[in-house]
């Protein structure tokens, strides 16, 4: 049984499939704590709505009618059946799954079990205060068909994710997201950075979510 904060359909407001509508699983619990993180209402059990089978997930996920669905948190990679629920989305070819993780997750195993499904894979900053916490070989085993997302809290950010890109060829493996932290850094200062680096092949991207609904909405 999976214990679920939140699961809705709505539009995908980042990664990949931004602005496409999508299955969202919120799972509960992670093992982080980043210091800008927007979604602590998943850390605790005490917001789980309701625990759930992998085939009822599955069900609601169908039901929904949408194509692409995202799995997130929390992070769902610590769930401890979540195996189950890869396996019936993977099975599903009309369904799309991607994966929202933090990075402090080894991902290899899950892209050779489930070589259908995409992860979105975070490299946490030294904003974040998680930086050691990221599973490094996930640099290397990143495909196109996933995607590396680094969350900008300041200018010291910004300087480590060029470092980190560089240094990985991660721009010549997989797509490329520069996200800002919504009131730490002005996305203007990020354009500009871009431009100064030639950074030509990094995406910037906004929340699409707390731009359409407010910053603190849930269930969208």
């Known amino acids: 049984m999976f214990p679920i904060i939140e699961k809705f359909l709505s539009i995908d407001g980042e990664g990949p499939t ?39 997930l599955y069900q609601f996920v169908k039901e929904t009618g949408a194509h692409y669905v995202t799995l997130t948190g929390g992070e769902p990679l610590i769930q401890r059946e979540i195996g189950t629920l890869l396996s019936l989305l993977q099975e599903d070819e009309a369904l799309e799954t991607h994966i929202e993780t933090n990075g402090s ?26 930086t050691e916490q990221m599973h490094q070989n996930n640099l290397a085993v990143i495909r196109k068909t996933d995607a590396y997302k680094f969350v900008i809290a300041g200018k010291e950010d910004l300087y480590q994710a ?20 919504l009131g730490k850094m002005d996305p203007a200062d990020m354009v500009e950075f871009l431009k100064a680096e030639k950074l030509d092949r990094v995406r910037l991207q906004l929340q699409l979510h707390k731009i359409i609904w407010h910053p603190d909405a849930k269930g969208v």
Not at 20 to 47: E, K, M, P, V
Not at 163 to 172: F, G, I, P, S
């Open 18 to 56: 931004a602005g496409y509508l999508a299955a969202f699983i919120r799972f509960q619990g992670c093992n982080l704590r980043c210091h800008w993180c927007d979604t602590t209402y998943s850390f605790s059990a005490d917001n789980v709505r309701s625990h759930e089978t992998a085939e009822a």
């Open 105 to 130: 997750v080894d991902i290899a195993p899950f892209q050779q079990s489930f070589p259908r499904i995409s992860f979105i894979v975070d490299y946490k900053l030294n904003g974040s205060g998680m």
């Open 162 to 181: 060029e470092k980190v890109l560089r240094e990985n060829d991660l721009c010549e493996k997989t797509q490329v997201f520069f996200s800002p932290v």
